[in-house]
Each structure stands twice: as C-alpha cells, then as structure tokens.
C-alpha cells in the first residue's frame, strides 16, 4: 500500500495536532506507513523532498494537547505556477504518496482537489476544514475545528480588557480575526457582553462609507457617556474593511494589498485608524474620550485546544485517515449530530466563483437579532423620542435637531425592530434596560 501524507497549509488554528495525531495513530493501526509534510507546500513547490518526517504513534500520541502544528505550517501556494505545481506532484510521486490529507481553509481545500485531478486520481485526497474564522461552508452551523477554543481564548482576553475598561474609564476597539466573516468577533462581543459589535455582514454586501462607521462608534460612546459611563468594549471584524468603500478608506490609510491586488484585510490597522477618527470625530462636539485599539488574533490561533476542540479534532483525524484508507476520496470531513459526514468537493463549491462557499454569519437569524438587542447603538427610536433625543444632544453640546440631523442617517433605513424571545421578557428598547445597566 501507499504511503499517506499529511500537510498542513494556512494560518494556525488550535487543534492540529489532535488531527495529525490521530489520523496517524488510525493509519499505522492499519499498517499504512505515515509522512509528515513539514512547512506546508513550501519545500516540496521547489521539488525538495528532504523536509518529510515520518510520523508514528510514539511521536504523535500526545501532540493533541498542545497547539500550533508538529510538523509546521506555511500559506505557499504551488498552484500559482504551473512549475511549483509540477514539482509539487513530481516531489509526492518520489516519495511513493499515494493518499494525501491535508489541513486547512479554502485555499487549501481547492488544492486538494487539484492534485486529485491532475494525477488522475492516483493520489487520494482527505481535507480537513480549520480555519478560526468560522467560514466554510459546514451543515447545521457545525464548527470549524479551532473556532470554539479561539472563542474562548478570546473572552478570557476581552474580560480583562473590560475590567481595565470600567476601571480606567476608556473605550477599547477590539479587532477580532475574520477575513471575510464576523462570526469570531460576534461569538466573542455576545459572550462578554461587549457594548457594541460591528460585522460585515450587517451591510448586507453594499458598500459602506468610512463615516458611517465611524459615526455607529462615535454614537455608542455619546449614547454610553448619556447614562454615565465613560468606558465600553466595541468588538470589530477585521473584514469591515471590505466593506468600506475602497477609496474612501485610502484617504485614512495605506491600503495595503495581495498577489491577486485585493485588499489584505489582516494588514490594515483597521483599530488604529478607527480609534483616531472617532476620537476625532467626538472632538468636534467636544466630547474627550479615551480609546484604546487591541487586535487579538495571533493570540488566539496556536492556544492549547479546550476539550471541545481535542475530542472534535481527534474525530476527524481519525475519520479523514479511515476514510481514504478504505478508498475515499474528493472529499471534506465533517462530523454531524456525532457521526462522520464526507462532504464532496463538488458539492461545497461556489459556482460563482468554483471555490469553497464561504458561510457568513445570518443576520436575520435570532441569534444574531439577540445580539443587536443588548448593543448599545443608535436606533431609530432613540432619535424618534424627544426625551432620548435630549439625552444624547447634551452630551454633544447640539440642540436635538442638530443631533438627529447629523446622525439620522445611521438608522434612516431601520425598521422597527421585532421581539426575538417571548412578549415581558426581553425589551426591544434602547433606554435605560439597554443603557445604563450596561
């Protein structure tokens, strides 16, 4: 038999180990020999073939409860040139690979793929989903692996954020990791309680100007300062700044930009070049606040998995390794209500694009109405509400007018609200049940 590989490719993500581990431990029970591809795709683009080691159980048994990968991990691409392709394959054939398991995101899942196709199906392809972002497009809202641990790392960071918050009277900008989704900062922001989250997706895909965000920040602190509290946590999706318009943000920063020329989200100061424009914002109505800007991400992405990520991932490692041991192939692992689920390639792909669909967080959902309900943000009703109104014009040093006339257009389109949870238990409104406790 054939020997299997397994590479791992893309940013970390707790939990790898747990699938090297045990996909390792399932092939050699089998008697199947196991390589491990170090650095993802990076040595073997350039047909070196020394950076291989071979995995066994005494090696890997105990990996699961660390994070960040054993054997390494690189974003190299081999299909961005028909040459790094070929010694990709040329380097798999040498070293005799006849099933390939790899762990990552979209990229890396449309790779497998490729590899499948152009050795004709001689080498047998396994993906395992990981990314902490939460986008591929998995059933029944089930997790990528990662997600859940980097969730949890991520509260413990933003309740000690909120602590020294509250205590040295100052508003964080939280950046949380998600390049196109907001599921990571939403998850995080409706777990702590954060007074405001922003998402892409609450733009349903339309184009959004650099002053309407800043004036949705700019209105949580007058409306936190209109009830007496000079601190607060706004929880930010890195991947808001796709959704701003492109050359409206070039004049606050360096849009800095990928191979393809697409904005690279995760290198724009997207805190930073917020906070400075709210506090700015907020000095022209002579409001001083201090803010501060925090990206977590890194700091999350190689923690120790919590145990529910170690039992998941010990899961799919096990079921990617049986499965194309026992002749599967073209396929993305996914464990469903507890039981294995392969998922085919074909299947999960975009037809718009012929890339894995990227899931994004449904903001018409009640999990996500749950959430705006305990944000603290400007609504319609708040400005339609003379003693509201007030409140928050006094703040600002304006008359009421001038306040709603310079922030209406936040909340011109919102339709009232529906209730999400039964009538008498929870108030859908923005005065002090939604202010002043929080």
């Known amino acids: 038999m054939k020997k299997l590989a397994i590479v791992v490719a893309g940013g970390p993500a707790p939990g790898i180990n747990s699938v090297i581990g045990a996909a390792t431990i399932r092939a050699r029970l089998s008697g199947v020999e196991v390589l491990g591809i170090q650095d993802g795709f990076k040595w073997l683009a350039e047909g070196d073939i020394s950076h291989v080691v071979p995995l066994t159980i005494e090696d890997t048994s105990r990996i699961h409860f660390r994070g960040g990968s054993y054997i390494g991990i690189s974003r190299a691409n081999p299909t961005r040139s028909p040459e790094h392709l070929q010694r990709t394959l040329d380097a798999l ?24 196709e152009k050795t004709r199906g001689k080498i047998r392809v396994i993906h395992v989903p990981k990314t902490i972002d939460n986008d591929i497009d998995l059933p029944y809202d089930t997790s990528t ?13 933003v309740k000690n954020l909120m602590v020294d918050a ?12 998600g390049r196109k989704a907001g599921h990571l900062a939403l998850s995080i922001g409706k777990a702590v309680g954060a007074t405001v ?10 184009r959004v100007s650099f002053a309407t965000v800043v004036d949705i920040l700019a209105g949580s602190v007058i409306k936190r300062l209109s009830y007496g509290r000079q601190d607060g946590i706004a929880m930010i999706a890195e991947g808001l700044a796709d959704c701003i318009d492109p050359e409206d943000l070039s004049r606050h ?3 800095p930009r990928d191979h393809m020329g697409n ?24 409001i001083k606040a201090t803010l501060i800007s925090k990206s977590i991400g890194y700091e999350v992405r190689c923690a120790d998995p919590i145990p529910l990520d170690m039992e998941y991932t010990r899961d ?8 194309i041991i026992e002749g599967g192939t073209e396929a993305v692992v996914s464990m469903i209500n507890g039981r294995f689920l392969p998922l085919s390639f074909q299947d999960m792909k975009d037809p718009a694009t012929g890339r894995p669909r990227v899931r994004m967080v449904d903001i018409d959902s009640d999990r996500y109405r749950i959430a705006r309900v305990f944000m603290l943000r400007l609504k319609r009703e708040d400005l339609d509400r003379p003693e509201e109104l007030a409140r928050y014009a006094a703040v600002t040093h304006l008359t009421p007018e001038a306040f709603r006339e310079q ?22 409104t923005g005065g002090p049940a939604g202010g002043a406790a929080r």
């Open 93 to 116: 054939d040498k070293l005799d690979v006849g099933m390939l398991i790899t762990i990552g995101g979209d990229g890396t899942a449309t790779l497998a793929q490729i590899i499948s």
């Open 145 to 157: 692996f990662g997600f859940q641990t980097a969730r949890h790392v991520g509260v413990e960071i």
């Open 166 to 177: 509250k205590t040295t009277h100052r508003w964080y900008f939280v950046v949380a990791q």
């Open 197 to 206: 989250t922003l998402i892409p997706e609450e733009f349903r895909g339309k």
């Open 253 to 255: 920063t360096e849009l």
């Open 263 to 286: 904005i690279h989200v995760a290198e724009i100061n997207l805190g930073e070049v917020l906070e400075k424009a709210v506090k700015e914002r907020l000095a022209r109505l002579g």
């Open 316 to 323: 799919l490692g096990h079921c990617a390794a049986r499965y």
């Open 407 to 428: 922030f209406f257009h936040l909340v011109k389109d919102e339709a009232q609200e529906d209730a999400v949870v039964a009538p008498g238990v929870l108030s859908t």
